[in-house]
């Protein structure tokens, strides 16, 4: 176990439809990222926070939005939803920013139909 | 900018025997190198890593790898694979100063009993 969460693991949505993911790091990790994993693309690089505050952006959509709370965990939210967002969204974290390993949640699991 | 690559897709190896998954990288600065492994419907797992230092590293589950400066490799091993270590492995980089840490495309693992 990672000691990082993500709810739900799950999601069947809609075309058109928002939907929030939600990650709680490990404790004591400042750091958060979001990726995405899909069969053609693999694993992309979407945000990064440190401390609440935003420190990298990758290949997000302007669709996409993320925060990170004052208690550090963190929300991806998705909206305007198509069908190429299906994925595998996973949430990282790591004590400091640089060489720390990241620890990974398991993912949710998104599908939109 | 940073890449990576893993040129197989695919490795399959017999339980007992050596095991080797390739990685190259590509950065401008200092390379900051990374194995995960991936189980089925799993977070990533992190392996290894290499900042500095010696060029062999020595990781989790038996696991080394071998950096090579001069050919840009990060190749993983493993003197003797077991079935359990059938997986979804992913070398990654992140170049120094910069807070992305970018995956390859992963080869899949298969040891066969």
């Known amino acids: 176990d990672s000691g990082v969460t993500q709810t739900p693991k799950h999601l069947i949505t809609a075309t058109g439809q928002r939907v929030t993911l939600r990650c709680s790091p490990r404790?004591?990790?400042?750091?958060v990222y979001w990726y995405q994993q899909s069969l053609d693309q693999g694993l992309q690089f979407l945000i990064q926070?440190?401390?609440?505050?935003?420190?990298a952006k990758g290949n997000i959509l302007e669709r996409f939005s993320a925060q990170q709370f004052p208690d550090l965990h963190s929300e991806l939210n998705l909206s305007s939803l198509e069908l190429g967002d299906s994925a595998l969204y996973f949430c990282?974290?790591?004590?400091?920013?640089?060489?720390?390993?990241?620890?990974f949640g398991n993912g949710t699991r998104l599908t939109v139909t | 900018a940073q890449s990576v690559a893993q040129p197989e897709d695919q490795v399959n190896v017999a339980e007992g025997n050596p095991l080797t998954v390739k990685c190259t990288y590509s950065?401008?600065?200092?390379?900051?190198l990374f194995w995960y492994v991936q189980y089925p419907n799993r977070g990533l797992q992190f392996l290894l890593k290499?900042?500095?230092?010696?060029?062999l590293v020595k990781g989790s589950y038996g696991f080394e790898a071998e950096f090579n400066k001069s050919q840009t490799s990060f190749h993983l091993k493993k003197p003797s694979a077991l079935v359990s270590d059938s997986a979804l492995y992913f070398c990654?980089?992140?170049?120094?100063?910069?807070?992305?840490?970018?995956f390859g495309a992963g080869t899949t693992v298969t040891v066969r009993a």
């Open positions: 990282a974290s790591s004590v400091v920013e640089g060489n720390s390993p990241l620890h």
């Open positions: 404790s004591g990790d400042l750091s």
């Open positions: 926070y440190y401390n609440g505050e935003e420190r």
């Open positions: 950065v401008s600065g200092n390379p900051y």
């Open positions: 290499y900042i500095t230092g010696d060029n």
């Open positions: 990654a980089v992140r170049e120094g100063g910069d807070y992305k840490l970018s």
